[in-house]
């Protein structure tokens, strides 16, 4: 994994190969392949790997007691998941491409997408049940909008592209998402 | 064009030869590469040609008087962006794969998203203007996020991925945005 890791970033998905990755592994054909079946499964091992990181961040309690609370926890969430990107950066962006390039890794990251979104879909739920959050709009429909807003604000910063600071564009997602969903 | 666009549904982006666009539009090689020196190239022009639908509905007047009024017009206008979405499937599934695929067809991608957000970033600084909509948030970056969750969303309209109706998916998106931003 950690040989795929080096690999992956010195080269990129497209131009990485299974044998560079055996052979910064120090391991033989055989037993790479009893375990992988090509590089794009590597990847995908990598990717969960730098996506648990992720999702410690998503799962982190949330239990607010007023929309003030809400806006705070919702902006550390945010702050935590755009800053996991920046700090993951090489990684994300070897992610990025294999997602564009392998369906089997596309697959498996709309299946990481949905479970981002089934988490903040129960958070929603929750706000929505104590009274704190409107009652007039789908959970998971807005968790889905919500996740989509947060995602491409990820790829932007992996990408190095983003022309505000993380710290403006955590404020403003906050701002809106907390001002449209809480009472 | 016309050859162009309809070799690209019948086989697809990365499949798409162009010699069997050549044939079908009856003419030469002499004549097609005069115009274009590559695939990507006819894509990419039947792309403006896509979006130039789209953009007709992002330019639509937007000067609400009322904060119910922006939610009318927003609610239209992302009704109609999200139809068209669904009515153009077979040429949105082409350029979904193409942007993954060619770099030049993603640099172009971008450059039309940029526009869009330009438009409703303008829209954000008319309403703000008019002390319909907060000022502690910036203008460009809520154009950018709600960009973002409209493209996701139209994404998996075009993959046929959405599990709820385009109407759900419009009343939940407005009542989030409008929520957000209007006061």
Redesign the interface.
Known sequence: MAAGREVFIEYGFQKATISEIIKKAHTGYGTAYVHFKNKDDILIELMEDVMNRFYEIAELPFEPKSRQEAYRLIEKQVGLFLEMANKERPMMRVIEEAI??SDDVRKNWQAIRERFIQRIAQDVAYSQKSGLA?T???N???A???F??N???LWEIVRNEHR?SIK??V???T???????YI
């Open positions: 564009r390039l409107r007039d709009v789908d998971y429909l807005i889905r909008g919500w989509y807003a995602e491409m604000y505000f403006d564009i404020h403003n997602l701002a809106m998402y907390t001002g449209g969903l």
